[in-house]
């Protein structure tokens, strides 16, 4: 069967192509389908669990009617569908599909998604959810085991709450550090994104839903992202972004793909030939369908002939393409109707392998261990908290402190999280939400705390503490508050949202002026960054500890206050550069912004803003590469974090031939069980590109403890991508290795030759 569905999928590629050249007949495009076959309840050949997806979609394909394919390619938006063709039981959310009761097809409801069942704007009220960390705080675990515990819980929560698809599976390259929406996203890797998220849908797929990955591709920004053109060459696209998808596709295999809203190299993502039919459909042989994101569909043919299998959330598109539109071109000809038995097919075929036909979606929203699931957002929100700083070791704090100060970022309520189509109202309450008066995320966006309060947190540690709270609105009141402190903590804020891009990665408002005072106040100050991703520091050589906090979620106060006292040992890592100023980065203004700054209502309205173009000139140098090919320092490179604990590597062996692969002891030479996270990095010892992660592991050790480790690197990371063979190629020679604590600090290196060697696309 696996030989059935690569055939299907790489004959519906070779399909398409021959439509576009316009060498098929008419005859053959009006061929009538096969009439369906009649299903019977007890006669559905396809419900048998023991057969293979394929098998089963190809029999279920087989007893549609027209009606019956149509339906499965277009869901609806909730709080917009109208009219006497849209399902009655619409629950509202983002999507869905009806179902089709006389062949046993579920309805297909869609949520959003990664970080937790997301109600964005209270449509459904009092429905609250986990709210996991940000995919930046999950990705600083570089902790897949946890990627997949997080995935199952939120997961469970879908289905409890009537869901069987979560809008899920955010893998964007981080390409700038102001990225909108980077800290959904997990980070500027492609090994560690494509890992991590793959076991994130791994576990939401455990729970017999289907997960999407997204945004496909390169959807690296948000300003105008309903009108850039994303240019960048095909090698440099393999070997990076699609590189990541390509990794958590075959690691997650998610039912669903969500092609992005933005064109890429000239052609908009969700019509796009060369991604949708040539790269994941062919060269990848993904057998699952291609949804778009809500508003990204602009024709009926051509988006069908190049690759999109269902319109999502129709009435946000400026028309509903494959309704009434797609009906007329299968019956004229001018779409064929092999092609609409694929996007069906692809449908079911997603559907059965994710177990979704087999566990139909519940009717009723079921009990949820809130508690339990808790747990698990604040060890997701704990492992990936980053000490950037610790000087003369300030911390952890001793719980025998008198006296502690609390400054800013409304930390005596809450922590702040993320904006957009992530947003979820966590369990425990919204303290405080602020709505937005302008801008293209003013409809459906609001600026939002989850009820974790860092201040109760920290007295709950400190019971014999005098813990005070300051607003941090007045630099002078604050160093005053701060002036006598055992240790003064600033809880300094940046939010950020999809749909619009920060101007600056400054911090807001007069913060850094407040740090600043409240440093030269008490030399014993702690900055805690709850923040979207990088943000400049110019007070950096006058405070003695930082702290990477990320949007931390449902528990983030309380993850904060444990790793502040040491309870926790911090053991995140970086999945994202920070850079010493903006202009280290590859592009240090946002493409665009000036135009939307510029239009009357601030681009609200999103698709009037003049279409350009952004020249993603990196390549596959992003992030960390991008850097050590420019021979820049950054303030903080990838991989980076400090622990309370000391880790030492040796005894390097390395091993070459057909595979690369490293063996190492690491040992804590500390006096605290900690988590560390050895990486590995390859280079052509040519030194024709930069060093590129190939492998890494986290690792758990107590005092004194010593554990031989054994990394192999992936050979696509290795490799470079052959347009003209095409495919991988690892070419013969000389690689050097790096054992690291992160990208600029090698502890261990040596070198191996390696076999030539070529793999598929």
């Not at 409890?160 to 800290?183: C, E, H, S």
């Not at 019971?463 to 709270?469: C, E, G, L, T, Y």
């Not at 050097?736 to 990208?743: C, E, G, K, L, N």
Request: net charge neutral.
């Amino acid at each position: 069967m696996l030989f059935s569905l690569r055939h299907v999928a790489r004959s519906m590629a070779l399909l398409a192509t021959t439509a576009l050249a316009g060498t098929m007949t008419a005859h053959a495009q009006v061929a009538p389908a096969a009439s369906p076959v009649q299903a019977d309840p007890s006669a559905r050949p396809w419900a048998d669990p023991k057969l293979p997806a394929g098998a089963r979609a190809e029999m279920l394909l087989a007893a549609m009617t027209l009606e019956e394919k149509l339906a499965l390619v277009y869901t609806w938006f909730p709080p917009f569908a109208k009219g006497p063709d849209a399902p009655t039981d619409l629950i509202p959310s983002a999507g869905q599909q009806p179902a089709i009761p006389r062949l046993g097809i579920p309805a297909l409801r869609e949520t959003d998604a990664s970080l937790g069942v997301a109600n964005q704007v209270e449509q459904r009220k009092g429905d609250t959810a986990t709210a996991l960390p940000s995919g930046l705080a999950l990705a600083a675990s570089f902790d897949p085991k946890l990627a997949y515990e997080s995935g199952a819980m939120i997961g469970s929560e879908a289905r409890a709450k009537r869901f069987n698809v979560m809008l899920a599976g955010g893998i964007n390259l981080t390409r700038d550090p102001w990225g909108g929406r980077n800290f959904e996203y997990l980070g500027e890797d492609p090994l560690l994104a494509g890992t991590l998220a793959g076991e994130s849908i791994k576990g939401i797929q455990s729970n017999r839903i289907i997960s999407t990955i997204k945004h496909f591709a390169l959807n690296a920004q948000e300003t105008g992202r309903f009108v850039s053109d994303a240019k960048i060459g095909e090698a440099a696209f393999r070997e990076s972004d699609l590189l990541a998808f390509e990794l958590a596709i075959e690691r997650g295999k998610p039912g669903s793909v969500m092609c992005a809203y933005m064109s890429v190299n000239g052609d908009f993502a969700c019509e796009n030939a060369f991604l949708l039919n040539t790269v994941l459909k062919q060269d990848w042989a993904y057998p699952g369908y291609v949804m778009s994101d809500w508003g990204a569909v602009h024709s009926t043919v051509k988006a069908a002939r190049n690759g999109l299998d269902q319109q999502s959330g129709g009435e946000l598109d400026t028309h509903p393409f494959f309704r009434a539109d797609l009906r007329k071109a299968v019956e004229s000809g001018a779409l064929p109707m092999a092609r609409l038995d694929d996007m069906a097919r692809r449908i079911l075929n997603g559907m059965f392998s994710a177990g979704v036909m087999d566990a139909p979606v519940v009717e009723t929203p079921q009990p949820i261990d809130t508690a339990k699931n808790a747990e698990v957002a604040q060890r997701a929100a704990e492992a990936g908290i980053v000490l950037l700083k610790n000087e003369k070791n300030i911390l952890p704090l001793a719980k025998s402190a008198k006296r502690i100060v609390l400054i800013g970022g409304h930390a005596d309520i809450g922590v702040l999280s993320g904006g957009g189509s992530s947003q979820v109202r966590s369990t425990g309450g919204i303290p405080l939400e602020i709505p937005l008066k302008n801008g293209p995320a003013a409809s459906f966006v609001r600026v939002t705390w989850h009820a974790s309060s860092p201040l109760a947190a920290i007295r709950a540690l400190a019971p014999k503490a005098r813990v005070d709270f300051v607003d941090g609105s007045n630099p002078e009141a604050a160093a005053a508050a701060a002036r006598n402190a055992d240790l003064a903590i600033v809880w300094a804020t940046q939010w950020t949202t999809e749909a619009e891009d920060p101007e600056t990665i400054d911090l807001e408002g007069n913060q850094n002026a407040v740090i600043a005072a409240v440093a030269a106040a008490n030399p014993k100050t702690a900055v805690v960054l709850n923040t979207g991703g990088p943000v400049l520091m110019p007070w950096l050589k006058q405070v003695p500890a930082v702290l990477a906090a990320w949007y931390p979620g449902q528990r983030g106060g309380e993850a904060v206050a444990r790793v502040l006292f040491g309870e926790v040992n911090p053991s995140g890592r970086l999945p994202i550069t920070f850079p010493a100023s903006i202009d280290q980065a590859p592009r240090p203004t946002v493409p665009g912004f000036d135009q939307v700054k510029a239009s009357p209502d601030r681009g609200q309205d999103a698709r009037a803003i003049k279409p350009f173009v952004i020249d993603y000139k990196e390549g596959s140098d992003v992030g960390y590469r991008w850097y050590a090919k420019q021979g820049q320092r950054p303030a903080f490179p990838f991989g980076y974090g400090l622990s309370y604990t000391q880790f030492a590597y040796a005894n390097l062996r390395v091993e070459g031939g057909a595979a690369l692969t490293v063996s190492f002891d690491v040992t804590n030479r500390g006096k605290r069980e900690g988590a560390d996270v050895p990486q590995l990095y390859v280079t052509p010892a040519t030194g024709a590109r930069p060093l590129r992660l190939a492998g890494f592991e986290r690792v758990t050790l107590k005092p004194g403890e010593t554990r031989r480790i054994t990394l192999t690197a992936e050979p696509r990371i290795v490799a470079d991508y052959d347009t003209a063979q095409p495919g991988w190629h690892v070419a013969a020679g000389t690689y050097r290795v790096a054992i690291s604590r992160d990208a600029g600090q090698p502890v261990l290196t040596g070198a191996a030759d390696l076999q030539e060697r070529r793999l598929a696309p």
